[in-house]
């Protein structure tokens, strides 16, 4: 095997995995409120029922004319299964290769989570307004068991993200409104590759570890823009755009293996720092609420995401430069992800059967950022076939159906609660490493759901 591949084959899955877990295209995470779940947050950046409006547009604090909060959980229960058959090589005594492969299968490896959100807007005066968010744009967690026989593939993983997004809005009239906000994200990673326990091929290895990555951390700034345009008294259209965030991660590296597998004059990390820079796309929001009449209203909302900049996670090793042309951990390339940009479009429908009570349901479609087919180069190199989409992205186009609802206690006090079920198709995976001996996987998702049960609390002075 070449050098530089048993290098990046022995941490492309744990990296990798930092991109997966969440229930939307990519690790993007949706769930901002409860009032929006209901409606598959279809024009979640224009209604404004409550607060949460300025999670997806800054413009938002101008719909109130007195301070407003809201207060959330969103608990998302995902169940990600795969199997496939999983081939180990391995020297046959006569100087050619031999091979040993098992079917296994892993089952719900991806985490449950509960997402928190919390708003206010505070109106200063008939045209000035300000506002703060907090809520989170991506995460995830994936948990392989011990008994899976890829663990040197994908291990587990956690990635973790808040955003905290203080605002100002400005309206020019009763028609037109505008803000600006200021987003300080908190990005955090804990990520692990292992030998399998009951290593089957060389059992004195078993649960030795290959990479662990932990204490990753890093904050990072960026903003985002909103407008609102009120056509009329019934209907209203919202835009917001919101500019990519770039950690650069830097944290603990420590293995088993590494760099001592492909740089025997090296020592082997043990909490040697490393960077890694984490490119989180920028998106547009497009939303329109039309209210028919007393009783009847509909939204509709599409949202770009630049998938497109996500190419390649790399990460930078100062302990581990060697002064030649042969630096394999500076960069070390983890995984050529090459996402793709897509859209996500979603319609609601909401029903008024009185004035203290709403009712909604939604549906949403949210393309894949994960290519189809196989990554060429990979595959050239290796081998074997090596497809874009992983074991730790196993993303998929998905669908939204949703259902919810909101009471109006009295004036001050109102109460959301929403419910959806997420679904996707079935999708083939191929992945190679070389660590701790070369590895194939061929199989494919088997399922890909999640139930999100979300609730709010708003209250206005």
């Known amino acids: ?24 295209a990519g690790f993007y995470l949706q769930e901002t409120s409860g009032v929006g779940l209901g409606r598959a947050f279809a024009a979640e950046n224009t209604i404004g029922d409550n607060a949460s409006i300025l999670a997806r547009n800054p413009a938002g604090s ?16 995902p169940e990600i299964d795969v199997a496939g058959d999983i081939t180990y090589l391995f020297p046959d005594g006569s100087g050619g290769l031999g091979s040993q492969t098992f079917f296994d299968t892993a089952k719900d490896y991806a985490s449950d989570a509960f997402v928190p959100n919390g708003y206010i807007a505070v109106p200063i005066d008939p045209c000035w307004s300000v506002g703060l968010a907090l809520f989170s744009n991506y995460g995830l967690e994936t948990d392989f068991s011990s008994g899976w026989l890829a663990t040197n593939i994908n291990d587990k993983s956690e990635l973790l993200t808040v955003n905290i997004a203080p605002s100002v809005a400005y309206k020019f009239n009763e028609q037109f409104s505008v803000g600006v906000a200021a987003n300080f994200v908190y990005a955090d990673a804990k990520l692990t590759t292992k ?28 903003w985002s823009l909103g407008a609102l345009w009120n056509i009329d008294e019934r209907t209203r259209l919202g835009i917001s755009y ?3 965030i770039d950690p650069d991660l830097s944290g603990n590296l420590s293995s088993d293996f590494l760099p001592t597998a492909v740089i025997p004059t090296l020592p082997l990390f043990d909490d040697a720092r490393a960077n890694a820079p984490l490119d989180l796309p920028d998106t547009l929001e497009l939303g329109l609420y039309h209210r028919f009449n007393d009783q009847w209203g509909f939204a509709a909302g599409l949202t770009w995401t630049d998938w497109d900049d996500f190419e390649t996670l790399e990460a930078f090793v100062p302990s581990a430069r060697t002064g030649t042309d042969f630096e394999p951990f500076n ?22 059967p009185c004035d203290q009570v709403t009712w ?16 060429r180069a990979e595959t050239a190199e290796t081998g074997f076939p090596v497809t874009w989409r992983s074991l730790a992205i196993p993303d998929t186009d998905r669908q939204w159906v949703t259902f919810g609802g ?12 929403g419910l959806a079920y997420l679904w996707g198709d079935d999708e083939t995976i191929q992945e190679f490493t070389s660590i701790p001996v070369p590895t194939v996987f061929d199989g494919q998702t088997t399922n890909t759901e999640a139930w999100l049960l979300g609730g709010s609390v708003n209250y206005k002075f």
């Open 406 to 417: 909101t009471y109006e206690y009295d004036q001050h006090w109102s109460f959301d609660g």
């Open 331 to 352: 960069p070390l390339v983890f995984r050529e992800e090459n996402f793709e940009s897509g859209f996500r479009y979603s319609i609601a429908a909401e029903y008024y």
């Open 242 to 244: 919101h500019a990519e």
């Open 1 to 24: 095997m070449k050098k530089n591949l048993v290098s990046r084959a022995a941490l492309a899955a744990a990296i990798s995995a930092a991109s997966s877990g969440s229930m939307a």
């Open 195 to 222: 030998v399998p326990a009951n290593f089957p091929i060389v059992p004195a290895l078993s649960n030795d570890s290959i990479l662990r990555y932990d204490d990753a951390d890093d904050w990072d700034v960026s």
């Open 62 to 77: 101008a719909l109130f004319d007195t301070i407003t909060l809201s207060g959330g959980l969103t608990y998302i229960d």
């Open 360 to 375: 909604r349901i939604g549906y949403a479609y949210d393309e894949s950022a994960a290519r189809d087919g196989l990554n």
